[in-house]
Every structure is written in C-alpha cells, then in structure tokens.
C-alpha cells in the first residue's frame, strides 16, 4: 500500500479565457459526450461484475469449497487492498481449477487488484479457447504421445502447456494494456501483483508478477511434509531485475531507515519507492524498468503432493514457507486452513514487529488429494459481515519460464522480512532526495545526525 507523484494539473486553458471564445462551448459537448461514455461503461462493469458474482464454483470473498479455502483480512494501514479468487470447472472444464492472489498497492490499488481479479481470468480463459481451436492437431498428437507413455512428459512440460504459457503471456499483456485506458481507474501511480494459478488434472502452471509468493506442500523421501517455493519474488534486489531496470534509467536503492527493503525510483525525483520489479499498472515506472511480463512455471504434480498455497506479502513478510505448510496441514479442517494462516501471520506481525503496522493478508489454498472428512464452509459461514460489506462496496467503486519450479526457491538464505519499527508500503510519497554514492562517503556521525 502506500501513494506515489501525481502526474500534474493539465495546462489547457480556461474555458473563459478570450483567446479561446468557443473553447467552452466544445468543452461543455464533449463532456457531456464523455460523461454519457463513462455512465455507459460503469454500467456495463456493473452488468458484468453481477454476472461474475453469480458464476458457480467462482468464489472471491471469504470460505471454502470441497477442494479450496480463502481468507484475506484487513491490516492497520487503510483499504485492504488484497483480493483473491478461486474459479472451479475454470473454461467450463471439470479437471480445471483457477486461483489467484492480487496485492494492490498505491491510492487506488484496491480497486486495480479486483479489477484484475475479475478481467484476468476471462482473458486466460478466452486466450486458451482460442489456441484449441488453432491447435486441435497438436494437442490430439501430445494426448496420443501421453497415453502410449504417461511417463514421457515427467521430465518436461507437454506440449500443450505451450499452449498455457502461451495464454498466459498474452493475457497478462492485455490486462495491463486495458487497465492504461480505465478512465475510471487512475493507475499512474497504483498497481498490484499477480499470482495465479491453473490447475489441469496432473498439471499445474503459475503465472506470477510482483512479490506475492505459491508455495506447495509434499511429502519428502522419508515421508514427512516438505514446503517448496514455486515461484519467485520478483523484487528490485534481485540482480536481472535491477539490471534491466537500470538499463531503462530506473533508479534502484534502499532507504537508510530501511536498508532490506530495495525500491524502484524515478530517474530524476525521489518518487514513487516500489517495492517490486513486476506489476500490473504503475504506468509512472512503466517506461523505466517496471514489466507486467509474468514468470511462468510449470510442475507436474504428483501422489506426494498435498497442497499449494497462494499468499500476498503480508504472509510471507512474517511466515517462512515451511510454517505456513504446517499450519495449512494442522489446522482443525479444511476449510478453515486459509483463516488459520492469517491469523498465524498476524499474530506473528504483532510478536515480531510490534511497532510496525499490521499488512493486509490474502490466503488461497488448493488441495490436491481426496479427504475422507472435509468440513465444507460457505462464505457466510467464514467472513465476517462487515469485511464482506465492505468488499463489495469497494467491488462497486469499480525466473525462467522453462525452469521445473520445483528447483526455484528465492528464500534460501534469505530473510525478505521488513525492518522492525518500519511501517512497510510499497510505494511511497516524494521523499528527500537521497544518493546512494554521497551517503557512502558520509561519517558515522553524519549519518546519524541526519
């Protein structure tokens, strides 16, 4: 969360102003013109968000299905900007299952995490319709391969997870292209991450943006639970990310009061501060460095495998992979898996950093076997009335690619956490201008009276 620059007032000139005498008049028919555009549109979103809200085995707020479980609860710093979504029969298919986690970021990163909650589904749905049809041959080929040797496809992905990635590449690249002409919408300077999940009966693909993390839970050699981290966060402090912001002129570098927490900046102001490489919207670092080009990455799963779980930095900020996967696996059922996380990072948020304001947490966890006694929650069973009231107030205001992720795991080693005392957003307001180079060269004293 947090705001970044304005883009500045327009300069064109007054309605009244002599040099311009039938400016107003022209001004007045187009914003009528306008204004009836923007009536119609926001009928037209409202229209389709009804519609969404009453897709079966589409869930968004709070509670748990036969196969899924979702949380998200506010933090202490505003809005939560959090949204979440798990989508069953996904493209009118019953193997399929899609999931997803949005951490929105900025004034108006509520808004742009459920708008692409909402849209970037449909885009992958219909990008993925549209490779079938053109790849009918293809993929009745990869299917004849798979049946004659089911264990060919063990070491690579299948051919048609090209088709996946494919999908996700494009849908990925449209959504941030419609969030720049939302006029509705401002996301000059907010955005928000993007961890999504499509699950096909042994095969899973992850398309990822942002610092929002999946994680999955299987059983290792000698039987007992293992956490592997599937994606990577896509933060400024990894080298490739810094690197080619740097190379777009992008300014890259911590705060002195917040030395682990890397952010991208401006080329000549000290503004916005993102604490991330890859977003959707964020148009202000768009020419600079920031991408919405999604991390793909494909495992195929197997019996060992229990769960995966889906979660926005508030999690992963005071949680290590592996206590989220034991509290997932020791919860008292299912459906209450994803409400018992949040509750253990904010308990943790408190015990940790107990002058730092409490992050906005959004959980989904998919389970991949059969339970004997699964305890099915509704929405109104799990969400409390005011969050879900307010959810839809706010719903109406508006790596490598070809790596096995089961090798990827950025958290080795590593402690992303925020610093304690640090109230942890990000973006950030036009700050003093700081130079990494002069505050090298500055003396201990220096630094400290400054």
């Known amino acids: 969360m947090g705001s970044c620059l304005s883009s500045g007032e327009s300069r064109s000139p007054h309605p009244s102003s002599p040099t311009t005498p039938s400016f107003g008049v022209k001004k007045r028919k187009n914003a009528k013109r306008k204004t009836s555009r923007t009536s119609s549109f926001n009928m037209n979103r409202q229209h389709r968000e ?40 996904f493209g009118s298919r019953t193997d399929t299952v ?34 079938i049809k053109d790849s009918n041959d293809v993929l009745r080929d990869a299917a004849l391969k798979e049946e004659a040797d089911p264990n060919s ?23 941030d292209r419609e969030l720049r002409m939302y006029a509705n919408v401002d996301c000059f300077c907010s955005g928000t ?47 490739a990310e810094a690197e080619r912001i740097r190379k777009c002129r992008g300014r890259v570098f911590a705060l002195q009061d917040e030395p682990d927490v890397t952010r991208v900046w401006l080329p000549n102001n000290d503004s916005p501060g993102l604490a991330m490489a890859r977003a959707f919207g964020d148009f202000c670092l768009k020419d600079f460095g920031l991408i919405s080009v999604p991390d793909i990455f494909y495992r195929r799963l197997t019996d060992n495998d229990q769960f995966v779980v889906l979660a926005s930095d508030g999690i992963w900020d005071v949680l290590t992979n592996k206590e989220v996967v034991d509290t997932v696996a020791s919860a008292e059922s299912r459906s209450g898996a994803a409400r018992a996380v949040v509750e ?87 700050l003093p201008r700081f130079v990494p180079e002069e505050a090298e060269k500055q003396s201990p004293e220096q630094k400290k009276d400054n």
């Open 50 to 89: 009804d519609h969404l809200h009453r897709v079966p085995g589409r869930m968004f707020l709070n509670g748990s299905t036969e196969v899924a479980s979702l949380y998200t609860q506010q933090g202490k710093k505003g809005t939560n900007q959090d949204a979440m979504i798990v989508w069953e029969n």
């Open 153 to 175: 496809e063990m070491d690579k992905p299948p051919e048609r997870l090209l088709m996946f990635k494919d999908s996700f590449l494009k849908a990925f690249k449209v959504m």
């Open 193 to 239: 991450t993007a961890v999504t999940l499509i699950k096909q009966g042994q095969d899973l693909i992850i398309g990822n943006v942002g610092d929002s993390r999946a994680i999955l839970c299987t059983k290792d050699t000698n039987n007992f639970l293992a956490a592997v981290q599937l994606t990577v966060d896509l933060k400024p402090n990894l080298p």
């Open 98 to 131: 899609f999931c997803g986690v949005f951490d929105g970021h900025g004034p108006f990163g509520h808004l742009v995490a459920k708008r692409v909650r909402d849209s970037l589904p449909l885009k992958l749905s219909s990008n993925w319709d549209a490779h």
């Open 344 to 430: 253990t990072a904010v308990r943790a948020w408190k015990y940790k950093y107990p002058t730092s304001k409490v992050d906005d947490c959004a959980v989904v966890c998919l389970f991949l076997t059969p339970h004997a006694n699964i305890s099915t929650a509704s929405a109104s069973d799990m969400v409390d009335k005011n969050d879900a009231d307010d959810d839809l107030a706010d719903d109406d205001l508006a790596g490598n690619p070809d790596e096995d992720p089961a090798t990827v795991n950025a958290n080795d080693g590593i402690d992303w956490s925020a610093l304690e005392g640090v109230s942890r957003v990000n973006t950030l307001l036009t």
